[in-house]
Nanobody
Framework: QVQLVESGGGLVQAGGSLRLSCAASGRTFSSYFMGWFRQAPGKEREFVAA????????YYADSVKGRFTISRDNAKNTVYLQMNSLKPEDTAVYYC?????????????????WGQGTQVTVSS
């Protein structure tokens, strides 16, 4: 049974930082890409960042480039999202997800596994 469990969300002031974690279990993810998505109230789920388990390739949405960093620890089967210079518009539920489809990393519908989400709230 595949499980993706996010943690690290919380309330932070604008300009602050948070680090989200996603612990993966239940199968071998070496051929997968891991993605972070977010969904604010009344909005569609949007792509934030993605990383390959096996090669040093990372992908970011324009809105977070230069502020967020995605990384992984293969030994711990954990993916991280370091979020710096947070803005109120970053407020959302953040989800971790896994896909084998490298061509459509920004499309949520191609991800087969999802975590339960963690709330990030940035106050102004």
């Amino acid at each position: 049974q595949v499980q993706l469990v996010e943690s690290g969300g919380g309330l932070v002031q604008a300009g602050g930082s948070l680090r989200l974690s996603c612990a993966a279990s239940g199968r071998t993810f070496s051929s997968y890409f891991m993605g972070w998505f977010r969904q604010a109230p009344g909005k569609e789920r949007e792509f934030v960042a993605a990383i390959s388990w096996s090669v040093d390739r990372t992908y970011y949405a324009d809105s977070v480039k230069g502020r967020f960093t995605i990384s992984r620890d293969n030994a711990k089967n954990t993916v991280y999202l370091q979020m710096n210079s947070l803005k109120p518009e970053d407020t959302a539920v953040y989800y971790c997800a896994a896909t084998v489809n490298a061509r459509f990393l920004e499309a949520a519908r191609y991800y087969g596994y999802w975590g339960q989400g963690t709330q990030v709230t940035v106050s102004s």
